[in-house]
């Protein structure tokens, strides 16, 4: 039987982002510039770059910044950009909103990975569909979604994305995997641990990021899970996962090995990744490159 299409996708964006306050009380962390575009616009041009058409984002009760940017270009703003002549700006601005059919929620169910998809279900139905976060990014060629897209129609099952990392604070903020290769860089899974703690209790050196293709029935395990859920910690899509490996639904894991991998989720890491956009830029690259060379000559 041919699997259907996946067209849709879901973001988490309902975080707090109390790492940065007090910026994030008036603007979500998502809504953070990589030089002069938001982090989730990267995450929405990467997911409609791979197929997708409806977008499903999940956010918080201080998140209506992330609705207005995807929103048609407000008139005061058109006429304002036509009066002085910046009419490529204006078509550049005006593409943000026809990215794809955006759908918005405001998270109820408990906090943890597994909420927003709980919050999306209805929207999701019995379709296969992306999911990801909106503060962190792996930077591929093809692109994340696309190759576990790929291998979503090659193995007609769920398939998440992963990366080795091996320091020793990612024990402590990533989820691991372990299963057998099946061929080079694709992993059948019989694990996998939310944030082992330590490289000791973690089953291998692979981390579980964000970017998952999932069938459908990931949904029912959730729903499974909230039935028993006592709120005494995170509400987590890793052990629904893990129950649906136990009960014989395959999952695989891709493991990207020439992919660089962006955390926006900390000030120290989201100034790396800002710089490492700027530099990469020919308008503005050359000339950053040479102010902190000339900066850190003077340290």
Do not use: C, W
């Given at each position: 039987m041919q699997k259907k299409k996946i067209t849709k996708a879901v973001i988490a964006a309902a975080g707090f982002g109390t790492r940065f306050l007090p910026q994030t009380k008036a603007m979500p962390k998502e809504m953070l510039p990589l030089v002069d575009k938001p982090i989730i616009q990267y995450i929405v041009e990467e997911l409609t770059g791979a197929g997708v058409t409806d977008i499903v984002i999940v956010t918080g009760y201080h998140k209506r910044s992330v609705e207005d940017h995807f929103d048609k270009v407000s008139g005061d703003l058109i006429a304002n950009l036509e009066e002085n002549g910046k009419n490529d700006l204006l078509k550049k601005i005006s593409k943000i909103s026809d990215l794809a059919n955006f759908a918005y929620i405001r998270q109820k169910s408990p906090y943890g990975t597994g909420a927003p998809l709980l919050d999306a279900a209805h929207l999701i139905g019995d379709e296969p569909f992306l999911y990801t976060y909106a503060d962190d990014f792996l930077q591929a060629e093809p692109s994340r979604f696309k190759q576990i897209i790929d291998d979503y129609c090659d193995r007609g099952a769920s398939v998440i994305s992963c990366l080795k990392r091996?320091?020793?604070?990612?024990?402590?903020?990533?989820?691991?995997?372990?299963?057998?290769?099946?061929?080079?860089?694709?992993?059948?899974?019989?694990?996998?641990?939310?944030?082992?703690?330590?490289?000791?209790?973690?089953?291998?050196?692979?981390?579980?990021?964000?970017?998952?293709?999932?069938?459908?029935?990931?949904?029912?395990?959730?729903?499974?899970?909230?039935?028993?859920?006592?709120?005494?910690?995170?509400?987590?899509?890793?052990?629904?996962?893990?129950?649906?490996?136990?009960?014989?639904?395959?999952?695989?894991?891709?493991?990207?090995?020439?992919?660089?991998?962006?955390?926006?989720?900390?000030?120290?890491?989201?100034?790396?990744?800002?710089?490492?956009?700027?530099?990469?830029?020919?308008?503005?690259?050359?000339?950053?490159?040479?102010?902190?060379?000339k900066k850190l000559n003077k340290t």
């Open positions: 091996d320091f020793d604070e990612d024990y402590t903020r990533y989820g691991y995997v372990s299963g057998e290769t099946i061929e080079d860089g694709l992993i059948k899974l019989d694990k996998i641990v939310e944030k082992p703690g330590s490289r000791e209790a973690s089953p291998s050196s692979v981390a579980s990021l964000s970017g998952y293709a999932f069938e459908p029935i990931i949904l029912d395990y959730l729903h499974k899970q909230l039935s028993s859920y006592d709120k005494t910690n995170e509400f987590r899509l890793q052990d629904a996962m893990q129950q649906m490996i136990e009960d014989g639904h395959p999952i695989y894991a891709r493991e990207f090995k020439d992919a660089v991998f962006y955390d926006t989720g900390n000030p120290l890491e989201y100034l790396k990744t800002v710089f490492n956009f700027a530099l990469m830029r020919d308008d503005i690259g050359p000339p950053l490159k040479e102010y902190l060379s």
